[in-house]
């Protein structure tokens, strides 16, 4: 199995910007796919962003041009830098890897507020 780590959430204004970062460690040879769900208060559980082990990236509607995914496979971290932030990305930020076998981690989460 592989185990993640977020880290670099917090509280900021709009218009700031904060950079997640998840480490990665375990079964990491056998990760395929990489991505940043969030989770506002009474919300569901959303997709934010992917990105595959050749490097391709997609994005939720609502986060494209403020939003950047990518990972750094020497260290077995992966990014979400997030600019122009708004209220309503307010929520916990969730990291999750899959598995070539299709097996899914979930790292615990961690706070992102947005101030108005």
């Known amino acids: 199995q592989v185990q993640l780590v977020e880290s670099g959430g917090g509280l900021v204004q709009a218009g700031g910007s904060l950079r997640l970062s998840c480490t990665a460690s375990?079964?990491?040879?056998?990760?395929?796919?990489m991505g940043w769900y969030r989770q506002a208060l009474g919300k569901q559980r959303e997709l934010v962003a992917t990105?595959?082990?050749?490097?391709?990236?997609n994005y939720v509607d609502s986060v494209k041009g403020r939003f950047t995914i990518s990972r750094d496979n020497g260290k077995n971290v992966m990014y979400l830098q997030m600019n122009s932030l708004k209220p309503e990305d307010t929520g916990v930020y969730y990291c999750?890897?899959?598995?070539?076998?299709?097996?899914?981690?979930w790292g615990q989460g961690t706070q992102v507020t947005v101030s108005s």
């Open positions: 999750y890897v899959r598995e070539l076998s299709g097996i899914g981690s």
């Open positions: 375990g079964r990491i040879f056998s990760i395929n796919a």
């Open positions: 990105i595959t082990s050749g490097g391709s990236t």
